[in-house]
């Protein structure tokens, strides 16, 4: 399997003052094409930043990020604009759609700043409604429609360029539990497409629905096993899991990693 994304001893360090803090600290990583990746940590554990990093929204300190073949860490602010805008799709938490244009108008943005999109950005943005089952709802505005129908219309705005991979941020966590079952189902409906996905979350629940579970602690990756071999499959699913809704039908989030088995232990190390 061709690797879509490759990152080589990545490390990223802020400083505050005279202290150095290390938020990714010599991450190696391959991502092949049409695999579902979860990252998972704890608040401070890195995976945020990774995120940034591999959207190209910030800079590693150090270390070779490669995307589709292309060397980013190379790159100028106008190239890596360019990869943003044709070979990453974002999912944000809070959706980040522009309240004053329709559905079909934000599933057109990112075509209008593409180099080959723009003069067919119509067709495509209804089309890539109709395949997230928004074809009825194209003229509605965000304030028309509901969560999932939003977020609906973010993961169509980015799937419209067709790109390399998805990168979802907590793409249920303004959700409540029926509809993120649903959203969950339209992202594997996209993976058996072909589509990579990764996900950022920190609820177990939401997590298990990838093929294969990376963990973060302390800006570097500690354990990186498919669904199957992770303490997750044994966690019961988000849609059998009443037991992790609190009393407004959402979700527990799950910060702590769950502890491993016997066989698993001297993975996690």
Same mark, same amino acid.
């Given at each position: 399997m061709p690797a879509v994304i490759r990152l080589d001893k990545i490390t990223k360090v802020y400083k505050v003052g005279v202290e150095e803090i290390r938020a990714l600290d010599g991450v190696d990583l391959d991502v092949g094409q049409n695999e579902y990746v979860a990252v998972m940590g704890t608040s401070g554990s890195g995976k945020s930043t990774l995120m940034n990093i591999l959207g190209c929204l910030d800079r590693p300190t150090s270390g070779v990020y490669e995307l589709d073949g292309q060397v980013t860490t190379q790159m100028g602010a106008a190239s890596l604009a360019r990869v943003r805008n044709e070979c990453i799709g974002f999912v944000f938490q809070s959706f980040e759609l522009m309240p004053r244009l329709t559905a079909l108008k934000n599933v057109e943005l990112p075509l209008i700043y593409s180099r080959d999109g723009w003069w067919n950005r119509r067709k495509r943005a209804k089309a890539a409604l109709q *395949?997230? @089952?928004?074809?009825?709802?194209?003229?509605?505005?965000? *304030? $028309? %429609? +509901? @969560? @999932?129908q939003k977020q609906r219309v973010a993961i169509a705005r980015a799937l419209v360029a067709n790109p390399a991979i998805l990168l979802a941020d907590e793409p249920t966590g303004n959700l !409540? /539990? =029926? #509809? +993120?079952?649903e959203i969950l189902a339209l992202f594997e409906e996209l993976h058996?497409? @072909?589509?990579t996905i990764i996900m950022v979350t920190h609820e177990a629940d939401v997590a298990k629905h990838a093929k294969r579970i990376i963990r973060m602690r302390d800006g570097r990756i500690? +354990? !990186? %096993?498919?669904?199957?071999? !992770? &303490? %997750?499959?044994?966690? /019961?699913?988000i849609e059998n899991a009443t037991p992790g809704e609190n009393g407004n039908g959402k979700h527990t989030n799950v910060?702590?990693?769950? #502890? =491993? #088995? =016997? =066989? $698993? /232990?001297? #993975? %996690? &190390?």
């Open positions: *395949n997230v @089952g928004l074809h009825d709802r194209i003229k509605h505005r965000p *304030n $028309q %429609l +509901s @969560g @999932g !409540d /539990s =029926a #509809t +993120s079952v058996r497409r @072909g589509q500690v +354990s !990186d %096993l498919p669904i199957e071999k !992770d &303490v %997750l499959y044994h966690v /019961s699913p910060d702590v990693m769950p #502890t =491993a #088995t =016997a =066989a $698993q /232990s001297e #993975t %996690l &190390v």
